[in-house]
């Protein structure tokens, strides 16, 4: 199951955190299509808007990387670009009803639980060490 959106998973950037959060709500309502009766056209949509939304997510975060001196910048800029070309690659590849389904609930998970939860809580440490020097 994916967690929910907590506080502690805050990067204290009230844009990014909002994008976050947005970025959960898809997710959870990718995960839900796993065990619903769907339409290809309905998961297309929901991968497409991932998409759309993670590419202006992750010029937003650079920027905002980039404006704190974050020296992960560059290897981050690197894991947003695999993410997006993944994903690209994932919606050329599906198949069929159950395939399409099995890869967004592979997305939303890969997404929140390896970059959010993970990559991008780096960016929060980094900011907690400029805030107490």
């Not at 290809?40 to 993670?54: A, P, Q």
């Not at 993970?118 to 107490?132: F, G, Q």
């Amino acid at each position: 199951m994916l967690p929910k959106w907590e506080d502690r998973f805050s990067i204290h950037n009230n844009e990014i955190d909002a994008q976050h959060k947005k970025l959960f709500e898809l997710a959870h309502k990718a995960y839900a299509l796993e065990y619903k009766k769907t339409s290809r056209v309905e998961i297309r949509e929901i991968l497409s808007e991932f998409f759309e939304y993670m590419k202006v997510h992750f010029k937003d975060e650079e920027s905002y990387m980039e404006s704190i001196g974050y020296p992960g910048l560059e290897d981050h800029k690197k894991l947003h670009k695999k993410i997006i070309e993944e994903l690209s690659k994932t919606i050329k590849s599906i198949h069929n009803v159950h395939d399409m389904k099995e890869k967004l609930v592979i997305v939303a998970q890969d997404w929140l639980l390896s970059h959010i939860l993970h990559d991008d809580m780096l960016i929060e440490r980094h900011r907690l060490k400029l805030s107490v020097k």
